[in-house]
């Protein structure tokens, strides 16, 4: 139910707000501050997006899980698509996630949030959580029983 709402009263805040905007600005100044922040905000993700792809392939060949990498990897190109979507509050809310110590802490929350979900991950040959080899063979002991007992 809550994701309707939002689905329904963001474009409806979004556009009032324009609106609103237009009436004290114009139309014209208006359009060009959307399309502004379009380009600009594009043009911060690509060279952000590029860092990030750099510290990436840094984890990577040193062997690391790049889990902040692709976290932020994740929140850039959010923030890119918040920013080519028209509006005053999706504007907003990218330019703030252009901003790297906000994006760490969205990504920190993000990481906690999801920790809670996540019990744990079976990686191909790591030992399972019943101490297996991680081959799909769980060692146990057995016994027949009866069924006429």
């Known amino acids: 139910m809550i994701y309707l709402l939002l689905f329904i009263g963001i474009p409806i805040a979004e556009i009032y ?20 922040t379009g380009v600009v905000g594009m043009a911060c993700v ?9 510290r990436l392939n840094q984890d990577l060949q040193g062997g690391r899980m790049p889990t902040g990498a692709l976290t932020e990897g994740v929140l850039l190109l959010a923030a890119g698509l918040l920013l080519i979507t028209p509006g005053v509050i999706t504007d907003a809310v990218g330019l703030l996630l252009l901003v790297p110590p906000i994006r760490k802490l969205v990504a920190w929350a993000l990481g906690k949030h999801f920790a809670k979900k996540i019990r744990f991950v079976q990686y191909p040959g790591a030992p399972d959580a019943f101490g297996g080899s991680g081959d799909g063979v769980i060692e146990g002991d057995w016994e027949e029983e009866d069924s006429e007992k």
Not at 17 to 36: D, E, K, N, S, W
Request: glycine letters at 18%.
């Open 17 to 36: 707000l324009l609106v609103q905007v237009a009436g004290r600005i114009g139309f014209g100044m208006t359009l060009g501050l959307v399309i502004l």
């Open 46 to 54: 690509r060279h952000q997006g590029a860092r990030v792809l750099s």
